[in-house]
């Protein structure tokens, strides 16, 4: 069989993308999970060093070590948080979109808060996170 047929390259291809596509769900699921859990040291280890977090909720942060700050400033003011992600899907080769349902005691105010929210993670080639952008629900004001 010769491996340098068009038809060929275009199955593998196709495989690639298909195989890409599940592992960059597999890593989102893998970061909510550590977010579930509070693991901040693993957290910050998925990010690249420039990596950026933008949310319309908690504004942009640039850089790991930037991130990880902004996380630990979160998780020091909602120490119960969790994320309720009833599923993913990709966008593009490299990133992967989900709604989530955030809720958690907000220890400033003393309030059970829920927020709802559209999250996208861009990953890179080799799993890591360079960007995450965190959407409000069209609506929300808070």
Known sequence: MDFRSPGIKIRITRLNIIMTQS???AWAK???ALSNAHELAKIKSLFIPEATYCSAYFGEYRGRDAIHAMMQNFFSRFP???WEVPEYGNIGN???EFAFIMTGMDT???EQVQRIGLERIYFTPDGLIGRIEVCKPDGADR
Do not use: T
């Open 30 to 32: 893998h970061y909510v």
């Open 23 to 25: 592992a960059a769900i």
């Open 108 to 110: 400033a105010s003393g």
């Open 80 to 82: 119960d948080a969790h």
């Open 94 to 96: 490299d990133g992967v």
